[in-house]
């Protein structure tokens, strides 16, 4: 019998002054967020930068080498809320600036090994724009920017989010359906235990669903804060994560309530506590 799938722990690190009251656990800095991070036995840190241009490589390159960290994912969350650009926006140009401003920080993320993440710039359909016209545009985008990061050998990973946030897909299982209509075979579903908390019915069963196209996990309660401060009943998800082989990261993009140091401890019990269940 193949051995069960282990996890890997990360924990956000903000740099984007704007994503202030976030869900984000560092917003010290690299540095700061890396010594912490490592310091509590973090496996990786999950970093969203301003831009691609902005994040100092040479200096990421020596704190994870100094802190034996490594990159779990890069977000493109500020995309959106600096910059306003969104795949689905109806003006052409705004959809293009959108496309690069990922492709720069795919291209960043691949140097480190690590996927980047779509979440809030996949925007929503409003005004003139239909449901399938966004979903159209949505669908060129991965494409295109799927095969982008397969040139560094990591997937995409698309994440559906709750319907406060988007109004495009909310849920695993109907995201897996769409991204199975893809000629891209290089674009994975970011599972964020929040958004599902709030979409899913069985958090469990839809994870059993989207199956191996699970790409990486955002591991935060139903209330946002660290697993074990609100009510979801992870051993059930943790149980599902087993069945499907999960072998990415458990990632703490959460509040950090009531402070960044509690939740990263907590998170980090948490994460102790699931290797163990099951
Ligand atoms: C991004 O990972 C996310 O979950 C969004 O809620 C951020 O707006
Ligand atoms: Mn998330």
Redesign the pocket.
């Given at each position: 019998m193949a051995p069960a799938a282990s996890f890997r722990s990360a924990i956000t690190i903000s740099l984007v002054p704007e994503s202030r009251g976030?869900?984000f656990v560092y917003t010290d800095g690299l540095a700061a967020g890396c010594a912490e991070a490592a310091r509590l036995g973090y496996d990786a840190v999950e970093i969203f930068p301003a831009s691609a241009a902005t994040l100092d490589r040479t200096l990421l390159r020596e704190l994870l080498g100094e802190h034996r960290l490594r990159v779990a994912a890069v977000?493109t969350?500020a995309g959106w809320v600096v910059h306003k650009l969104m795949l689905t926006h109806a003006d052409p140009e705004i959809r293009q600036r959108a496309r690069e401003f990922i492709r720069e920080i795919i291209k960043l993320a691949g140097e480190f090994g690590a996927p980047a993440?779509i979440?809030?710039m996949q925007g929503r359909w409003e005004g003139t724009v239909t449901r399938d016209q966004a979903l159209a545009w949505l669908a060129e985008a991965l494409e295109d920017l799927g095969e982008a990061a397969a040139v560094h050998r990591v997937p995409l990973l698309y994440?559906p989010?709750n319907r406060y946030?988007t109004n495009l897909l909310n849920r695993l299982g109907d995201t897996a359906r769409w991204l199975r209509t893809l000629r891209t075979r290089n674009v994975r579903i970011?599972a964020?235990l929040?958004?599902m908390n709030i979409e899913e019915a069985d958090a469990a069963a839809a994870l059993r669903e989207a199956g191996p196209l699970v790409g990486h996990v955002?591991f935060a309660d139903s209330n946002r804060r660290a697993i074990g401060l609100g009510h979801t009943a992870i051993e059930p998800i943790i149980a599902a994560l087993r069945e499907i082989d999960y072998p990415g990261y458990l990632s703490a993009?959460i509040l950090p309530l009531p402070d960044a140091a509690t939740a990263a401890r907590q998170t980090m019990e948490s994460f102790r506590r699931a290797l163990t269940l099951c």
């Open positions: 976030g869900p977000g969350g993440i979440g809030s994440e989010l946030e970011l964020d929040f958004h955002h993009e």
